[in-house]
């Protein structure tokens, strides 16, 4: 089993940024791929970046794509996420998620292991 631990999230006015922190332990060698996703009140878990483990390679949502940036760093098994022009509509839980899957994926089901989520408000 891999172990994620999300810190980072709180409440920031709009146009504002927060960094995300995700700290992964245990079985950390099965893992190809880490990702974030975010749930607000009432709405789907949705794929928000993803990272490849060793390769850097990332790939985002179009909803955030040229705002948030993705990047790991690998000797502390710590992965971040950059949120810049934060809006209202990104309010929401945000999950770090971990992959065995080499190949670049996007949904829920595909991911196999989950942090316990971090609180994102951004007021107007």
């Known amino acids: 089993q891999a172990q994620l631990v999300e810190s980072g999230g709180g409440l920031v006015q709009a146009g504002g940024s927060l960094r995300l922190s995700c700290a992964a332990s245990?079985?950390?060698?099965?893992?190809?791929?880490m990702g974030w996703f975010r749930q607000a009140p009432g709405k789907e878990r949705e794929f928000v970046a993803r990272i490849s483990w060793s390769g850097g390679s990332t790939y985002y949502a179009d909803s955030v794509k040229g705002r948030f940036t993705i990047s790991r760093d690998n000797a502390k098994n710590t992965v971040y996420l950059q949120m810049n022009s934060l809006k209202p509509e990104d309010t929401a839980v945000y999950y770090c998620?971990?992959?065995?899957?080499?190949?670049?994926?996007?949904?829920?089901?595909?991911?196999?292991?989950w942090g316990q989520g971090t609180q994102v408000t951004v007021s107007s």
């Open positions: 998620a971990a992959t065995s899957t080499i190949a670049v994926v996007t949904t829920v089901g595909q991911y196999n292991y």
């Open positions: 245990g079985r950390t060698f099965s893992i190809y791929g």
